[in-house]
């Protein structure tokens, strides 16, 4: 299924310690152009997420948000700080050998003492991290190119559609082609019957007119080349690869071989056909615009 380079996806996951956002965004770009925002402290996720994001996308301009947010108290831990509960036990007993006091000495009476207890924040572990955010990731992925799926599968809907009306243009300069050639020899005709009375110069010189004019308004290798280029946006279509330039390319080869049609009819009826045929070609190439 061919993708539209337009999509969106959001994920948000969280676990006992952390909570993970990833979004995406992308529009119409003529290659791949990935701008990721990580948190500055775990910029090392940048290279993960690329990675990922080239693999999955072909083309178009990319916006990759990454957010991480920590638990409150997650990260967290308190530890007893040894040497100063130390140090104060001994000031204490000090104080009792001096002075005799005897009041009892608790736990949480220590704990309550300044800098008894250290908070320090623990780093998050680089590879549990990686591997939470390369989950989310897979899942907005999934969102976003789902979304991208369903817009190339509208898009594709519509671009077969004129291209069908193509193919009944091309058939109707097909069949119109020589009756502009019949038609000619008919008023050539009527003029060499007027000025040289039937003679077999007349005749001669008709045959030979209505040649030359039936060259030059010949179509038939253009027929036969968008019929081609009309059979090979079929089989890209149907392909499912990502072939948004190649079917840009293609387009342009549709439109060449309109305006020599064009440029060859000496007659109304191709003429208008043909404009008929331009303005389908360039709704096509609208459309394309937006495929990966």
């Known amino acids: 299924m061919l993708k539209s380079?337009?999509?969106y996806g959001r994920v948000k996951q969280e676990n006992e310690w952390r909570e993970i956002?990833?979004?995406?965004?992308s529009v119409n770009h003529r290659f791949l152009e990935l701008n990721v925002k990580v948190p500055r402290v775990y910029g090392y996720l940048e290279?993960?997420?690329n990675k990922k994001a080239q693999a999955a996308i072909a083309r178009g301009k990319v916006d990759i948000y990454v957010t991480v947010r920590a638990k409150e108290g997650s990260d967290i831990r308190i530890t007893p700080n040894m040497a100063v509960i130390r140090g104060y036990l001994d000031a204490l007993r000090q104080v009792s050998d001096e002075y005799g006091i005897t009041d009892e000495v608790t736990a949480l009476s220590l704990l309550h003492l300044p800098d008894a207890m250290e908070e320090t924040k623990e780093e998050a572990d680089a590879d549990q991290l990686k591997a939470e955010v390369s989950a989310v990731l897979d899942a907005a992925l999934e969102e976003?190119?789902?979304m991208r799926q369903r817009e190339g599968a509208r898009l594709c809907e519509d671009i077969v559609y004129r291209a069908g009306l193509l193919r009944e243009y091309v058939d109707f300069v097909e069949k119109r082609s020589p009756d502009t050639v019949e038609e000619y020899r008919a008023r050539i005709a009527a003029r060499m019957e007027e000025i040289l009375d039937?003679?077999?110069?007349a005749q001669s010189r008709i045959l030979q007119e209505a040649a030359l004019y039936a060259d030059k308004v010949n179509v038939t290798e253009e027929v036969v080349r968008l019929r081609s280029h009309l059979g090979q946006l079929d089989s890209m279509l149907k392909s499912g690869a990502a072939v948004g330039r190649k079917l840009d390319f293609l387009v342009q080869e549709l439109n060449r071989e309109a305006n020599t049609i064009g440029s060859k009819a000496n007659d109304f009826e191709i003429a208008k056909t043909v404009v008929d045929m331009k303005a389908e070609i360039e709704k096509i190439r609208e459309q394309i615009q937006n495929l990966e």
Not at 21 to 25: A, D, G, K, L, P
Not at 198 to 201: A, P, Q, V
């Open 144 to 146: 976003y190119n789902a």
């Open 21 to 25: 956002t990833v979004e995406i965004r």
């Open 47 to 49: 290279d993960l997420v």
């Open 198 to 201: 039937g003679t077999e110069l």
């Open 5 to 7: 380079m337009t999509g």
